[in-house]
């Protein structure tokens, strides 16, 4: 089996690691499942106090400051020079991923509830899996199309009791949701290749940098409407949490914990993230579940694994999680 390739890196590292080291990356997977699961009440409560657009603002002014000093403190300022091609790439990913996708996501996560919107991301492997079979890189087995009939059936169970309550506000939210889904799973696939040319660092840096632009035009009429004197400092703790620790600093640690782990044995921990999600709004906001809800995100995520792990190839790029962008 190949190494594993190292986000945080730009040279693969092997797959096996000491045993010690091996526990950590556990407990740090475990740990960053813990932040991103959180991150959906944390980030709905940003956004009811900065409105979406004021949170895009100031997370695209914070995002590139933290990509900048990740870049000086691994290269100086000896930066790694990138083909004119890979430029453009790179710019398509940083559109894609952070002007659509996360400009999507935080729509739709202050629209939805935050169990919804972490069970409607988890679909990104199907997202990855049709994308893959619509590019001749992968070819369905009936296991993989069962596992996508499993889960978009348990997506209409879940949505069932918004879609008959009339509550299009949310329904609204998790379409949106799903729509950024697909679009992370197109920077999944695209990133890929570029990683493997240049390395995580420089992938996730300069798509940054980037895409980042954009979204601070896009959104500075709702960042300037902001009155940031008045925001309180819980609310500024919720924003560095969202952005630096989640966003950024989840990037690191996911590709450091698939580096010593492998991408195998650390994406299933993914699956854990909705439930997570789920307990926190639960406990934090007091969201509330139907038997047909629970029943549908257990039907979903069912389907989604299957449809992530029915392939018979060991290295299939559908069974790769990596660390959400957003």
């Known amino acids: 089996m190949p190494p594993a390739l190292d986000a945080t ?6 797959q096996q690691a000491a045993p010690d080291r091996a526990r950590q990356a556990l407990w740090a997977a475990i740990a960053m499942v813990a932040v991103w699961g959180s991150n959906f009440s944390v980030q709905k409560a940003v956004f009811n106090a900065l409105s979406p657009g004021g949170f895009l603002f100031a997370r695209y002014l914070m995002m590139p400051v933290a990509a ?3 870049l000086l403190w691994r290269y100086r300022f000896r930066w790694p020079r990138v083909p004119r091609a890979d430029l453009f790439a790179l710019l398509k990913l940083g559109l894609a991923g952070h002007l659509i996708h996360v400009g999507l996501v935080t729509f739709g996560i202050h629209w939805s509830t935050a169990f919804s919107s972490s069970l409607i991301l988890a679909c990104g492997p199907v997202f990855t899996l049709l994308i893959l079979r619509w590019h001749g890189v992968e070819q ?8 996508v ?3 978009c059936a348990g997506v209409l169970v879940f949505l069932s009791d918004k879609l008959l309550g009339g509550h299009w ?3 609204g939210g998790d379409l949106t949701l799903l729509v950024a889904a ?4 197109y920077y999944t696939v695209s990133a890929k290749p570029l990683i493997e040319r240049h390395g995580g660092v420089t992938v996730m840096t300069y798509a940054t940098l ?3 632009g954009p979204v601070v035009l896009l959104s500075l009429p709702a960042g300037l409407a902001v009155d940031w004197r008045e925001v309180s400092p819980m609310i500024w703790l919720g924003l560095c949490y969202a952005v630096l620790i989640s966003a950024f600093l989840g990037w690191l640690v996911w590709g450091w914990v698939n580096a010593v782990r492998g991408v195998a044995r650390s994406a299933p921990l993914m699956y854990l993230m909705p439930p997570v999600a789920g307990l926190v709004a639960w406990a934090l906001t007091g969201e509330r579940y139907t038997g047909a809800k629970l029943a549908g995100a257990a039907l979903t995520l069912a389907g989604v694994a299957v449809a992530q792990y029915a392939s018979s190839k060991p290295n299939d790029p559908v069974r790769e999680a990596p660390a959400p962008v957003d």
Request: hydrophobic share 45%; proline share 7%.
């Open 149 to 151: 009939a499993v889960a």
């Open 182 to 185: 697909s679009f992370f799973s």
């Open 140 to 147: 369905l087995t009936r296991g993989q199309i069962a596992g």
């Open 210 to 212: 980037l895409g980042s």
């Open 9 to 14: 890196a730009d040279t693969p590292l092997p």
């Open 169 to 171: 506000q949310a329904s």
């Open 68 to 70: 900048t000093a990740l």
